[in-house]
């Protein structure tokens, strides 16, 4: 055979074999190729960026702050807690600076919360256990010592002896409410008072902090005067004993920047809910988190425990969480499941 015959024998089995290996090669590199594509989307689908969590100023939502970013490290995420504004929150995060709004409460928060839902990038995670109350009251002894004859009904703050007997040295002889911090009601409590025929012989103040509060429950009672402050429940101030003053009935539209009047904003605040909510990627880009959140059904224990450990046992909120995690690690366990 000529040698030329041969080498073009040997070409075409070499360039045969070549063809098999380029496609062999080609094969193995587009393996690894989908091989980093899905690890991509697996990093995708549960990032590493932080989940920030917003820090308000009562003592059961910085405990709760602290106890789902304790959680979550332990799931193998990062973690930011960021002190935040009650109402701002919820456009935060629906705009992605903030991830996650842990206790809304219905009576004072769900109107900016439904208004972010609205616009979108906002989503409903579920509500809690406990039934909620937030308005007006007064510790149990003040009807004890029958320091306003007729309480828990609000007709009995129309006398002129109970209205001397709740008078402070910021109040101009008038009867005293204390309120929480003006971010979180504004004039509710003023519109109220209008709306009762009250707003001569009584006065709205606002407290700078939820522990002003505990303060002035505190003060109150070492004076020996009565007192009305803003407070809700679950709280720690269950087990000691507070009673709500018992309000005309609430009902849709009657406050007055919900639309009412005058002659209906003196009604009392809803028995509601306690809700969570979300930025509308978390359950894609942090899955286990948001599970966790949606499973995370706190009842009237569990909240009134993480207010307690701080307002009565002086516990740091990092402490605190770390105490409920350990007291309550069954229920913890089961959210995780």
């Given at each position: 055979m000529h040698q030329s015959n041969i080498d073009s024998i040997a070409l075409f089995f070499l360039g045969g074999h070549m063809s098999i290996l380029r496609n062999k090669l080609f094969g193995f590199l587009a393996s690894i190729v989908i091989a980093l594509t899905c690890l991509t989307n697996i990093a995708k689908a549960d990032s590493s960026d932080p989940i920030r969590i917003p820090v308000l100023n009562w003592s059961s939502q910085v405990v709760m702050a602290n106890v789902l970013a304790q959680v979550f490290e332990e799931q193998g995420y990062?973690?930011?807690l960021v002190p935040a504004e009650s109402a701002s929150r919820y456009e935060a995060i629906r705009t992605g600076?903030?991830?996650?709004a842990h206790e809304t409460w219905q009576s004072t928060m769900a109107k900016p919360m439904y208004e972010a839902m609205d616009k979108g990038g906002l989503i409903d995670a579920g509500s809690h256990a406990a039934p909620t109350l937030e308005d007006m009251g007064v510790p149990n002894w003040v009807i004890e010592q029958n320091l306003c004859p007729g309480l828990p009904?609000?007709?009995a703050l129309k006398s002129e002896e109970c209205q001397k007997n709740f008078a402070t040295a910021d109040s101009e002889g008038k009867g005293r409410w204390l309120e929480g911090p003006?971010?979180?009601h504004t004039d509710v409590m003023p519109n109220r008072l209008?709306?009762?025929g009250l707003d001569d012989t009584w006065t709205v103040k606002f407290a700078g902090s939820a522990d002003a509060l505990w303060a002035e429950l505190a003060a109150?009672?070492?004076?020996?005067?009565g007192t009305v402050i803003f407070n809700w429940t679950p709280n720690f101030t269950d087990a000691e004993g507070f009673t709500f003053i018992e309000f005309p009935p609430f009902f849709q539209g009657c406050r007055l920047e919900d639309g009412g009047s005058v002659d209906t904003t003196g009604c009392g605040s809803p028995v509601g809910w306690l809700k969570k909510a979300a930025h509308i990627k978390l359950p894609i880009t942090h899955t286990s988190a948001y599970k966790f959140l949606t499973k995370f059904e706190a009842n009237a224990t569990h909240i009134g425990n993480m207010a307690n450990y701080v307002d009565n046992g002086g516990m740091t909120h990092a402490d605190a969480a770390s105490q409920f995690i350990a007291d309550f690690r069954g229920d913890v366990d089961e959210w995780l499941k």
């Open positions: 990062n973690v930011e600076d903030l991830h996650i009904s609000w007709e003006y971010e979180w209008k709306g009762l109150a009672k070492k004076e020996g005067r």
